[in-house]
């Protein structure tokens, strides 16, 4: 049984680019949430979707977007790059919205130039 | 927004030894969890907490909620070298789960010397 999957592994983008990063939630969960995490800091909740919909957000901007599939997998899109958004970018998979039994993918490390 | 502050940043410690870091907030949570990161991976589940002044154990691993609902800890007896990584308190408002995402500590930098 496959866990929470993250594509790609690494990526380098230049400040003002646009990314989009993927993942598929674990078998049986139907919930994603993603998180920032910045060097030497403790992830940060950006949003959860569920059936499709985003159901809460973090304090981030608008630049940050995203989108689920009715497969349940979903991708993070991140607008007009900044040096700040360099980060491992984590995506959590739950039954439900009980984020208590989420389970987290390696992440996607972004670099920003 | 709600901070947790997390402490020590980190721990020099020798195989063997008892460990002991905790976790404070300027708020009141209803779940306490507690996770593990190794380095290129993301943070795992260890302990979840859902009652003040619940104790729970998972092998090694002792954690508590604190009865203030502002504070947890959490123990690791006889570190051995796998017990190397970053530990990280995390705390969710809503309990049970619900839409919220979990604010995370800033986490604690164990190592281990043989």
């Known amino acids: 049984d496959a866990g929470v999957t993250q594509s790609p592994t690494h990526l380098i983008k230049t400040r003002g680019q646009q990314v989009t990063l993927r993942c598929s939630p674990k078998s049986g969960h139907d919930t994603v949430s993603w998180y920032q995490q910045a060097l030497g800091q403790g992830p940060q909740f950006i949003f959860q979707y569920y059936e499709e919909e985003e159901r809460q957000r973090g304090n981030f901007p608008d630049r940050f977007s995203g989108h689920q599939f009715p497969n349940y997998s979903s991708e993070l899109n991140v607008n007009a790059l900044l040096l700040g958004d360099s980060a491992l970018y984590l995506c959590?998979?739950?039954?439900?919205?009980?984020?208590?039994?989420?389970?987290f993918g390696p992440g996607t490390r972004l670099t920003v130039l | 927004g709600q901070q947790l502050n997390q402490s020590p940043q980190s721990m020099f410690i020798q195989e063997g030894e008892d460990v002991s870091m905790n976790c404070t907030s300027s708020?009141?949570?209803?779940?306490w969890l507690w996770y593990k990161q190794d380095p290129g991976e993301g943070p795992v589940l260890l302990i979840a907490l859902y009652k003040a002044g619940e104790l729970t154990s998972n092998g090694r691993l002792t954690a508590q909620f604190g009865i203030t609902r502002k504070d947890s800890f959490l123990n690791i007896s006889a570190s051995i070298p796998s017990d190397v990584g970053i530990y990280f308190c995390?705390?969710?408002?809503?309990?049970?789960?619900?839409?919220?995402?979990?604010?995370f500590g800033k986490g604690t930098h164990l190592i281990i010397q043989p």
């Open positions: 959590a998979s739950s039954p439900g919205h009980d984020t208590d039994t989420q389970y």
């Open positions: 708020s009141i949570f209803n779940t």
């Open positions: 995390a705390g969710q408002l809503v309990p049970g789960g619900g839409a919220d995402g979990l604010t």
